[in-house]
């Protein structure tokens, strides 16, 4: 009987590990789904009471059945992109755990990729959960929907939008080697992040001007670009290029986050661990 070469892979096997830890605490995933669904019923009401105030068909580009979908799609896919392991990397290189990834023959790099990927695997279940749900509910109340065309464009721009938002927080995680508590620095940069990605609001909120200069950056490609998508804004065309910007960000990210980590450990001095 011949043996699955896979069994014996070690990033399987680290993809598995990061399944397990999203798994071990099961209320985990209940307060995921309740931390989830509230904030996104904020935003359901309050875009329902600023359409309700203004009279206006449309605002920032949107009607009221688009800005709700844009709601809760921008919604699920922060969650579905969203790090955190930048606060273990900050922590592995501030207490000295780095080291044994530097004298093993595991690349850290991939180690944090496929750890990262398996929690995803896991928390996906989760918050489609309460997106299929809001969705459905959307549909029930006010006859909100979209296509399965739409749908399919949105799930391709996905992979790119998680690796993407994955080589920024990896990159930014780097300056933990130059900042000895990094904590407060990441936490700003996430917030400013999340909404420079559209996360909160569409991007067109801030004016065409501000807005065109967003759209150069590559957060606006981890979430507003894929929720666009999915409301049908964007033609086959804008897909297309969407997803070249994708790729082309996710090479400059690639270069950089080597140029980082190579300058990093190399002052890089064990002390703990």
Known sequence: MR?????????VKVFLLGMQNEMEYRTNYWLQLFSFILPLMTQVFLWLAVFGSSGERRLLGYSLEEMLVYAVMAAVTGRLI???FEYEIA???KEGGLGKF???PVHYFAYRFFRFAGAKAVQSAVIWMGAVCMLAGLSLWGGTGFSMTHLLLYMLTLPGALLLNFLVYYTLSGM?????????LFYTLSLVIYVASGTVFPLTIFGEAVGRLLSLLPFAYTVFFPVNAVTGKLNGSLIA???GLQAFWIAVLLILSRVVWRAGVRRFVSVGG
């Open 82 to 84: 969203a790090a955190g």
């Open 176 to 184: 933990a080697f130059w900042i000895t508590e990094a904590t407060g």
């Open 91 to 93: 922590a592995d290189i």
């Open 3 to 11: 043996n699955n070469p896979l069994e014996h892979n070690k990033y």
């Open 102 to 104: 530097l004298v093993q």
């Open 241 to 243: 290029a969407g997803i």
